[in-house]
């Protein structure tokens, strides 16, 4: 049987979805903004594309319940920092940082939460750079600060977390060693893949840089 809200409850939960959506538009823009400087203004992008997602009013439910919380918005509110969500990604391990470090550097971003799993992966191989990020979301009088998640992910990254979800939701997260140890191979192969390929990136970059030789006369 599905989770649900209560009536009451989940015009609460509307109305708060409000703010995260305002909040997921602002993180959005942002990359966005990122996304056309370096497009028209640089040589090189560092973002490939941009995903984002609001939280079904049933999934916060399911996640409530999974996580022993009472099923009501004051409780979604409180403990869920995943609501919205936005994902970005990029080419190379090193645009992943950098895009960080950009982020960082923006005065009205609270940085309340941080996980670097593309230094340090996972036991089962995922790799990825998680941000919990608050920002502000101006009202008439006051303003909110509204957490959403960001993901920061390599394609090849993106790739392999979409095929492990994927298969632990057919399995319902009971899979066997077998495809368990499986996954942790091609999670290392797809690493040194992304080496392999960024390195030849930065061989053309030098390449290209170099003057060109005249032809002996």
């Not at 703010?19 to 992008?45: G, K, Q, W």
């Not at 940082?97 to 799993?117: H, N, S, T």
């Not at 095929?163 to 140890?181: A, G, I, R, S």
Request: contains cysteine; charged residues 25%.
């Amino acid at each position: 049987m599905a989770v649900l809200f209560s009536s009451e409850e989940f015009e609460k939960l509307k109305e708060a979805l409000v703010f995260y959506n305002c909040a997921l538009m602002n993180v959005r823009t942002r990359i966005d903004i990122l996304l056309e400087y370096y497009t028209n203004l640089r040589s090189y992008n560092p973002i490939e594309h941009v995903k984002n997602r609001l939280k079904s009013p049933e999934r916060i439910a399911e996640k409530l319940q999974r996580r022993g919380f009472d099923i009501t918005s004051e409780c979604a509110v409180k403990n869920l920092t995943d609501i919205a969500g936005i994902r970005c990604i990029c080419s190379y391990n090193r645009d992943i940082f950098q895009m960080v470090a950009i982020l960082k550097r923006q005065p009205d971003i609270k940085i309340i939460g941080e996980k670097d799993y593309v230094s340090n992966p996972k036991p089962s191989g995922y790799r990825s750079y998680h941000m919990i990020l608050e920002v502000p979301v101006y009202l008439s009088e006051t303003t909110e600060y509204i957490p959403v998640e960001l993901q920061l992910r390599t394609q090849a990254m993106d790739f392999w977390a979409s095929l492990e979800h994927k298969v632990k939701y057919k399995y319902n997260d009971q899979m066997p060693e077998t495809l368990l140890k499986a996954l942790l191979s091609c999670a290392n192969e797809i690493d040194d893949l992304d080496a392999k390929m960024f390195n030849i990136q930065e061989v053309a970059d030098l390449t290209r840089q170099e003057p060109m030789q005249l032809p002996n006369t």
